[in-house]
Structure formats: structure tokens, C-alpha cells
């Protein structure tokens, strides 16, 4: 096993290139867990640590848009201005882990691992991210959903690494909620992002954790764009119902997949509501 | 850097020579096996319970999620390391006096949290104490204890 500490970008896709079998490597908090348990055995690392251009964000209120570096971590998210231009991410990275899995883990590092629990992902799908990839003297830009494919699994190609995020900044509230056995600490059972957008009242929902990929409750969201009525209590809970018929929830060790659904249900009329009593 | 290759890490001010491991060690085993520092505790290896909790670069990490070959630039923390001549830091001697340890295994993960609260902020609410240890586990005695002596360090530092 070999472990390379790159400087730039265009170094580590170079060492991306020429390893094929090569793992990237950036907070560690999901990798380490699979060497620590032998589920992994790793025979070259590309350690992100040292490449300081992947860990700077930038706010541009011209074009409203944020980029957030893949090497940015989920504290620095939450305590940052990234925290004030999209408040639901910092809150999804306010529910990772605890404060020492949150100075290492890292928004790039979510991505990588792609899990169907990562907390960020579900914001990124409701703000429909574009992410943004090097490889060997090129970059490419790809949509979150097209970006996650399946469970633990990502369109990168062989020589690729994710540089960051590119995400709008959008008028209207936006919140992020996740069902866990305890507050601190704990992989999600169930999670949503639901983001409003204040010109033409529209909302964007997306699922986190109730099936393979995260799930953008489309349907549930054109519902609501059809709704002339003021909102009321009857209009969130029904939204929310709406919202768990789009889940794929599975039975696993963590929950049941009625559980799941229910969950569901309860978090996205809970967001609604708190969309609209500001 | 490959096989058996030697590194060297910076902990607690010294350098340290890193000989014949294997590459994929987390920093946690690097510190205990290798370089004679047990003072983080390794239970979980999966970063739940925070007994491993160290300071790297300014910040507290679990040491088992540290890939220790990577963090050869890192400036490194054990709690061995909290004080420069090695004495009791006010944190530890507050546990001593308030009965905060009972079996001590999350003991040195708890100080090492502490520490890097209340360098970031030396006034936190009991609410933000509880959010600064929500990862640092304790099954023996129920936080009380813990709470107390850090409300005591934090009323005697700024006395």
C-alpha cells in the first residue's frame, strides 16, 4: 500500500490517471471505518489532505450562485457564510456525526461515498447542485442526479475526482430534517430537504435514506405548484403524504420500511409548515 | 510513500519516526503500537464513542479515522501533549477534584474535547458543553460529574 499526499488538483487526478486501482482519500470517516474493519484493503491512497484549492468556498451574489470546495468540511460549513446563503446545508451538516467527525468530514467526502444516508446529499438534490470534476487537464460539470446513480455509487470515471459544488442561492426558506434513534450522533433513518423558492412559490423536495438514490418527490411537487388554496394545515399533512408515496423505502437493520414511509410523511408536512409560517 | 517506507509525524511538538508499519494504520494504533503514547483509547474504531479524541491541526478528531501516513504534515496533539512540562492541565485536575472519572477509559478523549472547547470558547453555555462532548461516550457516570468540573474550570479561568 502506497499513500500520496498531492499538492494540487491537477496532481492527484494525474496519480488518479496512472492508478487506476488508486483510492481517494479526504476526511477519512468513512474510509478509515472500512480499513479499520478489514472490509477494505486499500493498496494505494490519494489523500486529499494537502491540496489547499479544494478546501475554499465562494460566494457570488451577482450571479446567486456558492461554490463549496469538496475538501470544505461539514464544521466549517456550519459556521461559515455558506451557512447564511444556504441554511439547509448547514443544517444537514449540523446533523452529522459529532463535532470530531464534523472537523474531518468533508462535502467531497459525501459525495465520494454516495451513501443513500449522506446528510448533505438530499440538499443537494432539492438545490439541484451541479457538480463539478477534474480528471487530466480537463473539468466537467454534471447534475446531482445524474451524479449519484445507486447506492454507494457515483457516474465518476476512472482518473476522476469531484472538485466541488456549484449551488444556487435561492429566495425562500429552506430546511433540512432527519429521523435518527437520537439527536447526536446517529445515521439517518429517514431525511428530507424541501427548498421554497419565493418567486413563483414552488418547492423542491428531495428524500434521503428510503431508497437506493436520493429521490426527488416530483410529483408531490407539482401538486403543490397546483394548490390555489391558502396553505393549511390539511394542505401540509396531505403534501406530506403525497411526498411518502415517492419514497422506495427498504427493511434493514437500521428501520422498518414502513417506519420509513411513515417517517417521511411526518418530515416533509413537518418542513412544510415551517416553510410557511415565517 | 509505499510498504515499510519510514514517515514522520509532528506530536506534541517533537518529531516522530514512524518505522516498519503498515501504511493503512489509523493514527490511533500509530500512536499506541508504534510510538508508546496510549493515552487515546480505542474502542469503537469507527469514530462513535470519541475515546480516541485528539487535536489535529487545532482541531479535536478521532485519531481511528486518521489515516496515519497522510497526516505527515499535521501538527499533533495527544492528550499527553496538553501541557508542555507534562503536569496536570487545569481540566484534568478539575476530574480529579469533581469525581468525573469512574473507569477513565473515555477520559482522555473527554479532555482533549474539552480543551479544544474551550480554546474555541471560553464561555460556552451548558448547552454548547453538551454538544462539545456529544461524541465523546460515557457509559459510567452519567456526565454529572463531567459537567460539573468543566463549569468549574470554566469559572476559575475567568475569574
Redesign the interface.
Known sequence: MSVYTPQTIEEAVELLATHPDAMLLSGGTDFMVEVNFNHRKPTEVVSTKAINELKVWDVDHSSHTVFIGAGVTYSTIEATEIAEVVPALAEASRTVGSPQIRAAGTLGGNLGTCSPAGDTLPVLAALEARIVIASPGSHREVAFADFMVGAKKNSLRSGEMVVGVSLPIVRGWQGYAKVGVRNAMVISIASACLVRDDVDDSVKVALGSVGPTIIRAHDAEAWWKDQTVPRSKEMFAEFGARCALEAKPITDHRSTADYRRHAVKVLCARLAARSSSR | ???NQIYTLTINGAEREVRDS???E?LLYVLRERLGLPGAKGAC????C?SC?VM?DG????S????A??????DIVTVEGLSPDGSLTDVQESFIQHGAVQCGFCTPGLIV?IH?LLDENPSPSELQVK??I???ICRCTGYGRIFAAVQDVIATRSA
Not at chain 2, 69 to 74: G, I, L, M, R
Open positions: 510513500m509505499s510498504e503498515w501504511v493503512g489509523s474504531e469507527q469514530g462513535e470519541g479524541t489535529v482541531s479535536a478528531v478521532c481511528c479515522l486518521v489515516l501516513a497522510s497526516a505527515v504534515s499535521s474535547a479544544n454538544e462539545a456529544s461524541g465523546n
